[in-house]
């Protein structure tokens, strides 16, 4: 009987999770209001597109101004991210996606701040760092999503972000 409920909790999980999310071929446009979890001062907006070849997958780039509301001695500063994303759970209408990629950024600050970096490497002005991100979606209407998202920088804790945003999807066909 152990092993029924074993293999029936597999299946229904493979179920769910291998069910569609993204149109094939399609476009997504978006942006969101993200924030860092060490200093919640610091603010951004981030716009983004993504491109989805499969049903499961989609590549994101992600640009953010980041900056601070209430303290004009801390400089802004400009961030990129490309990840590639796919379904991690599927509960109708809503996504739960995971993601992994290269992001960099133009913070002035990462030296004197950051002694919990890893994996990271510097050129010039730029710090270069790996993200992963997490993902929740629900489909408002076809084609309009909102999103919640959590992002871990391997440049320390400063740069981890949450944010929430919308999407809309672009079909070519």
Known sequence: MEKQKILFSIIL???????????????????????????E?????SPRLEYAPTCYTSYMGTYSYQFSLTDSTI????????????????????YITI??????????????KDNDAIL????????????????ALIRIDLPIHIFAEVNFRSLGRLYDT???GALYDFDLD
Do not use: C, W
């Not at 001062?41 to 907006?45: E, I």
């Not at 993601?99 to 004197?112: I, K, P, V």
């Not at 490497?121 to 997490?134: A, I, M, P, R, S």
């Open 13 to 39: 999980f493979l179920g769910i999770g291998l069910h569609a999310q993204y149109i094939p071929d399609g476009f997504n446009f978006g942006a969101a209001i993200t924030s860092t979890y060490q200093d």
């Open 120 to 135: 990271f490497f510097k050129t010039g002005d730029v710090n270069h760092g790996l993200e992963l991100k997490l993902r």
């Open 75 to 94: 400089e802004g500063f400009h961030e990129f991210s490309y990840s590639v994303n796919t379904i991690l759970f599927n509960f109708e209408p809503t």
């Open 99 to 112: 993601g992994g990629g290269y992001m960099f950024n133009t913070s002035s600050t990462f030296d004197e």
């Open 162 to 164: 949450v944010g929430i």
């Open 41 to 45: 001062q610091l603010v951004g907006f």
